[in-house]
T-cell receptor, first 113, second 113 residues
Framework: SQKIEQNSEALNIQEGKTATLTCNYT??????LQWYRQDPGRGPVFLLL?????KEKRKERLKVTFDTTLKQSLFHITASQPADSATYLC????????????FGGGTRLMVKP | ETGVTQTPRHLVMGMTNKKSLKCEQH?????MYWYKQSAKKPLELMFV???????ENNSVPSRFSPECPNSSHLFLHLHTLQPEDSALYLC????????????FGPGTRLTVL
């Protein structure tokens, strides 16, 4: 069965450092992958989309890579700030031109001042 | 504000009650979704409506009944729920197109006694 794994343990880093979050998947061939941010008590907010034919995508301090051979996406936040503290979710999109996402369990990031 | 509103924000109900959750989007989207988010579990897709037609029912028990009267409104009718149904119920909307980001509402925190 399809499986999406994100590190369930919280990631604690110091302000100013680069945070790297991992999303691994098995038994799946996604056409694209999205990353969302979720704050406590709120719904997820879209951050970035990367397609299967793209290796890397950047947006301001965010960078996402997508390796379909390793079946892995890495999500980087450079020059991290305490305001970046949140849970980050990866979501895989189907390769049948559909719009239904399958979400990972998320990784909680804590950036300490 | 994401343009997706949900009411109520909090709901406590007994197992014999009937209640409804409401979602409204002001973004002109043509796809709407219901998700369930339980503690320490990934977001679970429950229902998808594309152009007001239900296109996905992800093996959801019949005690959950969705309704989509138009492309801006989505309801989730609840009856004879179980305590394990207690969770955060999130509504989202998007354009019905592959890869489009989903916009989430703030969710309804449901507690079943």
């Amino acid at each position: 069965s399809q499986k999406i794994e994100q590190n369930s343990e919280a990631l604690n880093i110091q302000e100013g450092k680069t945070a790297t979050l991992t999303c691994n998947y098995t038994n799946y061939s996604p056409a694209y992958l999205q990353w969302y941010r979720q704050d406590p008590g709120r719904g997820p907010v879209f951050l970035l989309l990367i397609r299967e034919n793209e290796k890397e995508k950047r947006k301001e301090r965010l960078k996402v890579t997508f390796d379909t051979t390793l079946k892995q996406s890495l999500f980087h936040i450079t020059a991290s700030q305490p305001a970046d503290s949140a849970t980050y979710l990866c979501a895989l999109g189907p390769n049948n031109a559909g719009n239904m996402l399958t979400f990972g369990g998320g990784t909680r990031l804590m950036v300490k001042p | 504000e994401t343009g997706v509103t949900q009411t109520p924000r909090h709901l406590v109900m007994g197992m014999t009650n009937k209640k409804s959750l409401k979602c409204e989007q002001h973004l002109g989207h043509n796809a709407m979704y219901w998700y369930k988010q339980s503690a320490k579990k990934p977001l679970e897709l429950m229902f998808v409506y594309n152009f007001k037609e239900q296109t996905e029912n992800n093996s959801v028990p019949s005690r959950f009944s969705p309704e989509c009267p138009n492309s801006s409104h989505l309801f989730l009718h609840l009856h004879t729920l179980q305590p394990e149904d207690s969770a955060l119920y999130l509504c989202a909307s998007s354009q019905e197109r592959e890869g489009n980001e989903q916009f989430f509402g703030p969710g309804t925190r449901l507690t079943v006694l």
